[in-house]
């Protein structure tokens, strides 16, 4: 085991996009009364063929790149955090979403060590509902 490991990257919208949007991301700090904000199960997703990276937190870029989500910041979400603890192991963050029901997007990704590299071999997600989870387990 490899000890001392641990990376995070927050990406400001300035940094990344190199623009600016009119449109404000909704603050989700507070709730309005009568709002419940709740996460719903991470559910498994697919994963894309991508070649081997020298390091983990590279894998984990090429994994966002090639993700819907990687041309999104400053126009779907306004903040992307990246947590690595442990090289295997790593949590995307997508915030402040401009959407009425989902307010944020969880990615746990789970990294091997190959004998060409670093490859994201799994990939669970999960919303944080804005208003509240549903009986359906969906965001209301």
């Not at 404000?24 to 990276?53: C, N």
């Not at 894998?59 to 790149?65: F, N």
């Not at 990704?109 to 549903?134: F, P, Q, Y």
């Amino acid at each position: 085991m490899r000890r001392g490991w641990q990376a995070t990257w927050v990406f400001p919208v300035s940094l990344l996009a190199g623009c600016a949007t009119s449109a404000s991301a909704p603050d989700d700090r507070t709730a309005p009364e009568g709002w419940d904000p709740a996460p719903t199960a991470f559910e498994a997703r697919a994963v894309p063929s991508l070649e081997p990276m020298v390091v983990p937190g590279a894998a984990v870029m090429e994994w966002l790149a090639a993700s819907r989500w990687a041309s999104g910041l400053a126009i779907d979400y306004a903040g992307l955090e990246i947590d690595q603890p442990r090289p295997e192991h790593a949590e995307v963050r997508l915030t402040g979403l401009r959407d009425d029901a989902v307010s944020a997007y969880e990615f746990r990704l789970g990294l091997d060590e190959t004998e060409a590299g670093w490859v994201v071999r799994s990939v669970e997600r999960r919303a944080i509902c804005r208003r509240g989870l549903g009986d359906s387990g969906l965001c209301l």
